[in-house]
């Protein structure tokens, strides 16, 4: 019969803001399999190799976590679609549009969960649509920076369009980006015209 010790897994211990990675990280990772709002809190914490208890002590509710969890993926799409340090203009645009449109195809189902399965309980009643929002503004920033003198407001409703036409994209995603790209050519052109 092996020894009790045998079936207990050690815990390391770690600061509080490494534990607290740690519990997102792992969320992050079963985010992709399932949306945040069907992660179990007992999974994670096994995983972790800590009692649902003291997860509870670095995230004060279920709700909590799972908002964490949702806030660390729409950073992690930030990160992941931002233009190379130094580059700016029109290639940084179409870099950010050809990684936002990798992103969104690769992760299909991730990204769908994050931009419109997180509503309701994750979010103020007032503004359910709030992860789409700030993930678009976020990317709408990117592209603003890249090319100074856009509208903020034209150019959040593009990222939608973007982020739409990705979602329906074939294999052709270069051919996706282009179009994506002369569509704000357009939309800058009848701006200046306006």
């Known amino acids: 019969m092996p020894s009790r010790s045998a079936h207990t897994t050690s815990r390391v211990r770690l600061t509080p803001e490494e534990r607290r990675r740690q519990l997102v990280g792992i969320g992050l990772r079963k985010f992709v399999e399932r949306p945040a709002l069907e992660l179990s809190l007992d999974e994670v914490a096994a995983e972790a190799g800590v009692s649902r208890g003291l997860l509870f002590h670095y995230f004060p509710s279920k709700t909590a976590y799972h908002r964490a969890v949702v806030e660390a993926a729409g950073r992690r799409v930030l990160r992941t679609v931002r233009p190379d340090a ?10 950010i549009v050809e990684r936002l449109i990798a992103q969104i195809v690769r992760r299909r189902a991730s990204y769908l969960a994050l931009v419109y399965g997180q509503a ?18 976020g990317i709408a920033e990117l592209v603003c920076r890249a090319l100074p003198g856009l509208d903020p407001g034209v ?31 357009a939309l800058q052109a009848l701006e200046a015209a306006g």
């Not at 700016?88 to 645009?93: F, K, M, Q, R, S």
């Not at 309701?120 to 503004?137: K, M, N, V």
């Not at 593009?158 to 002369?182: I, K, N, P, S």
């Open 86 to 95: 130094g580059l700016t203009g029109a290639p940084a645009v179409r870099q």
């Open 120 to 137: 309701g309980p994750l979010h103020d009643q007032d503004d359910p649509g709030a992860t789409a929002t700030s993930l678009r503004a």
């Open 155 to 185: 150019t959040h409703a593009w990222v939608a369009y973007v982020e739409d036409r990705a979602l329906h994209a074939g294999a052709d995603t270069a051919r996706e980006a282009a179009h994506c790209v002369a569509a704000l050519q």
